[in-house]
């Protein structure tokens, strides 16, 4: 045999392995060797069940062989018709069978549907959950740490990491075509949804309750009194009540309400940049007919009308914000006035934040709800 035969040999396997039918049979001795492997793993971890399963099929092949037999001698005695008649029977159990199949891939069809559509229905549901849980870890860890320690610098810290990551969670996407979303696109849009929500309520839920000794779900070990202070300035004593350090309340409420207040400046520039772009390219003769000042005001002007409903709507949180933090210990008004500067930071690092569209946060759609804004 010479070595353009035993080439030609080796083409032909190659062609005969690569072809349809056998890679079908290929397939088809995979998936029976991973069936006897999982059988051999499983009767080492649940015998008895296994040996039930194996009585079982025992038992079929049994009545198979006798069948068999059955017809056989059926036929030796010269009852030919009758074994005839009972093949005729078998074939069509067997059909039945293959109906029952069929039956049974529509019903696991179905139920993968209707899981699907529950999944993608529950999905805020599994995000409102998870954020509970993060509150109660959150929860327990500030106040394992307010046990021993002092907590103003983890406060600040604290406060940080969270503004930054709803920040970085509530970030502006493009929203995709209705049509090419598959149900885990949208199951991930209604989770990220439900997440966002459910993040911002712990956050504020936790900045209310994150002094509280009266958590009824915290062991009696955690429900302490917390320290915090930054040099002299007691931030566990109530904001409103008149103190040697009653100016630096002050200031610090100063400080978070004009870092808010240029949040909202740079919202109001960069959607008036935009808006003067989209005017020069829109209409070049138009753009002509104006001075340079004309069109920056009615740029300014687009935009502040744009952001108009949001600074009433931030006008409106902070001052209820406020109000209500004033009967709690000033350490509120730090996170305050931490995330207003998070905040900041987050609109610096993610110009996009400036030019999204209106916000719709859970917080936003309350305060419309309750002042009919």
């Given at each position: 045999m010479g070595f353009m035969d035993i080439k030609e040999i080796l083409a032909n396997r190659q062609s005969n392995i690569s072809s349809p039918q056998n890679r079908g049979i290929f397939v088809?001795?995979?998936?029976?060797l991973a069936?006897?492997?999982f059988i051999l793993i499983a009767g080492l971890l649940?015998?008895?069940a296994v040996g039930a399963i194996l009585n079982f099929i025992w038992v079929t092949l049994l009545a198979i062989v006798v069948t068999f037999f059955t017809l056989g001698i059926l036929v030796i005695v010269g009852l030919?018709?009758?074994?005839s008649h009972i093949l005729d029977i078998l074939f069509e159990g067997s059909l039945t069978f293959l109906d029952l199949a069929d039956f049974i891939r529509i019903v696991y069809r179905r139920f993968i549907e209707v899981l699907k559509e529950f999944l993608v229905f529950a999905a805020p549901v599994f995000a409102y959950v998870l954020t509970f849980v993060l509150y109660v870890l959150l929860l327990i860890l500030y106040k394992w740490v307010g046990r021993s320690f002092?907590?103003?610098?983890?406060?600040?810290?604290?406060t940080f990491l969270l503004v930054y990551l709803f920040g970085f969670f509530n970030r502006p996407k493009p929203d995709p075509a209705e049509e090419d979303l598959t149900w885990r696109d949208v199951f991930k849009k209604r989770f990220r949804g439900g997440f966002i929500d459910g993040f911002e309520i712990v956050l504020f839920v936790f900045f209310l309750t994150m002094d509280s000794t009266r958590v009824f779900f915290l062991p009696e070990s955690l429900n302490v009194e917390l320290k915090a202070k930054l040099g002299g300035y007691d931030l566990m004593v109530r904001s409103f009540i008149y103190t040697d350090h009653m100016k630096i309340t002050v200031n610090l409420i100063i400080i978070t309400i004009i870092t808010e207040i240029f949040r909202n400046t740079m919202k109001?520039?960069?959607g008036a940049r935009k808006h003067y772009i989209s005017d020069r390219s829109f209409d070049e003769t138009k753009v002509a007919a104006y001075s340079?000042?004309?069109?920056?005001?009615?740029?300014i002007r687009k935009s502040f009308n744009d952001a108009k409903d949001d600074l009433v709507k931030f006008i409106t949180f902070t001052t209820v914000l406020f109000g209500a933090f004033m009967f709690f210990p000033r350490l509120k008004l730090l996170t305050l006035g931490v995330a207003s500067v998070t905040n900041l930071f987050l609109d610096i690092i993610l110009p996009e934040r400036l030019t999204s569209q209106k916000s719709s946060d859970l917080l936003s759609r309350v305060i419309v709800k309750v002042f009919k804004l």
């Open positions: 088809l001795l995979r998936w029976i069936f006897l492997g649940f015998p008895t030919r018709q009758e074994a002092d907590v103003a610098i983890f406060t600040i810290i604290l109001v520039i960069a340079r000042s004309l069109r920056i005001k009615n740029a």
